[in-house]
């Protein structure tokens, strides 16, 4: 079964570049969720998208944006990075269940390391 | 501030040991709570699910019980295998989704 897609899978950058993931959802997922774990602590919600419209937003720093495309793909974008920025960068979808909560299937994670 | 409160931190077992793993919550908002099992440099993977309607729910090995009222739910594994050794989160979700701080879990052989 086709399952979530991430790219790059690992990223190396220096303080204040800028860095862009991406994320493929499963086909016919129309939701989709970003998540930022650091070593040894659980995924921390950052924000998600449904039908191309922001949905809910967590605790994503003003430097991060994301948007979803039309093609329901969605991007990561991560500026003036800090060392603090380096994680593991989860993407998850889901399909939106009317009156029904979504379960969320998670991609193999972007790795950024900033320098 | 976690609003899934998970435990242990760290669970060590031997093989065929049943581990259980704790979580507590306290907004009630919450309707659907999944485990997810990960290991090391991998994603999430989802393990099991509950809504609070039901009071347990089975999947193979995998148990969850769950008790509304006490607002607590557990996993259980039965007849744990080293392959079972990875970090276990409990989550709960109520349009986005919480994660307990997580249990490593370690199965020895």
């Known amino acids: 079964a086709a399952g979530v897609i991430q790219s790059p899978r690992h990223l190396i950058k220096e303080k204040r570049e800028t860095a862009t993931l991406k994320c493929y959802p499963i086909p016919r997922h129309d939701t989709v969720y970003w998540y930022q774990q650091g070593p040894g602590q659980d995924p921390q919600f950052l924000i998600s998208?449904?039908?191309?419209?922001?949905?809910d937003k967590g605790s994503i720093p003003d430097r991060f944006s994301a948007q979803q495309f039309s093609d329901y793909h969605s991007e990561l974008n991560m500026s003036s990075l800090e060392l603090g920025d380096s994680a593991l960068y989860f993407c998850a979808s889901s399909i939106r269940r009317t009156g029904g909560t979504d379960t969320q299937y998670f991609g193999p994670g972007t790795r950024l390391t900033v320098l | 501030q976690q609003q899934v409160k998970q435990s242990p931190q760290s669970l060590i077992v031997q093989k065929g040991g049943i581990p259980i793993i704790n979580c507590a919550y306290e907004?009630?908002?919450?309707?659907?709570f999944p485990w997810y099992q990960q290991f090391p440099g991998k994603g999430p993977a989802l393990l099991i699910a509950i809504r609070p309607d039901v009071s347990e729910k089975k999947e193979g090995r995998f148990t969850i019980s769950f008790n509304k009222s006490a607002k607590q739910f557990s996993l259980h594994i039965m007849d744990s295998q080293p392959g079972d050794s990875a970090t276990y989160f409990c989550a709960a979700v109520y349009n986005d989704m919480r994660f307990g701080a997580g249990t490593r879990l370690t199965v020895k052989p």
């Open positions: 998208f449904y039908e191309k419209m922001q949905s």
């Open positions: 907004n009630t908002a919450f309707d659907y």
